[in-house]
């Protein structure tokens, strides 16, 4: 099962400051719910998981991340992602082209191009569920990137901040926001942003 995910957002930073975070690795998975960095195997790969919390079960995947090509000069990245489920229940693969735009006044434009393959028993849900639960944690990766920004630009006492925790992505209230999208599309309306 194939589902292409278009998104864009823009952000009140320089290009050149949202260029640094986005294409540091250490930095942009503390924005990624759920996401940890595990191993650095060299600097264009690393290895990593991702835990979803259903109730009180919750379920990790295991993966590896390329950035396959990082251009500060475009600001253009492709990102390459695969992952299998610890159960050995599933395994998705992820392509991320990313390009950022200098707005002016202090303003960037983050657009990114996402093609997202998966088999095993999330397969079963289909492409548009696939859609609807990536469109809620985009949201939460949009909100967590502009405080980790906003959270950098302010003056500290010289202390880095501590690394985020990685906190299981909440999978419930997805559910219950894509049922609710899904009666909307139903009769016809536009689902909530």
Wanted: proline share 6%; glycine share 8%; with cysteine.
């Amino acid at each position: 099962m194939k589902a292409n995910i278009d998104k864009t957002f823009k952000i009140e930073r320089p290009i050149n400051e949202v260029w640094d975070f986005l294409s540091d690795p250490q930095k942009i998975v503390t924005c990624v719910p759920g996401a940890q960095l595990t191993e650095t195997i060299d600097e264009k790969n690393y290895k990593g998981t991702v835990s979803m919390k259903i109730g009180p079960v919750v379920s990790s995947f295991n993966g590896q991340i390329t950035m396959e090509k990082v251009d500060q000069t475009t600001h253009t990245m492709e990102i390459l992602g695969k992952g299998v489920d610890t159960k050995g229940k599933g395994s998705a693969n992820m392509v991320l082209a990313g390009k950022l735009v200098d707005n002016g006044d202090n303003t960037t434009e983050v657009t990114n191009n996402m093609e997202v393959s998966i088999t095993g028993k999330l397969a079963q849900f289909g492409s548009r569920m696939i859609v609807d639960v990536s469109d809620q944690v985009f949201k939460q990766f949009v909100a967590n990137f502009r405080g980790q920004l906003q959270a950098a630009a302010e003056p500290t006492d010289g202390a880095p901040p501590p690394p985020a925790e990685a906190k299981p992505i909440k999978a419930l209230p997805l559910f219950f926001s894509m049922i609710w999208n899904a009666i909307l599309r139903l009769f016809g309306k536009k689902p909530r942003e």
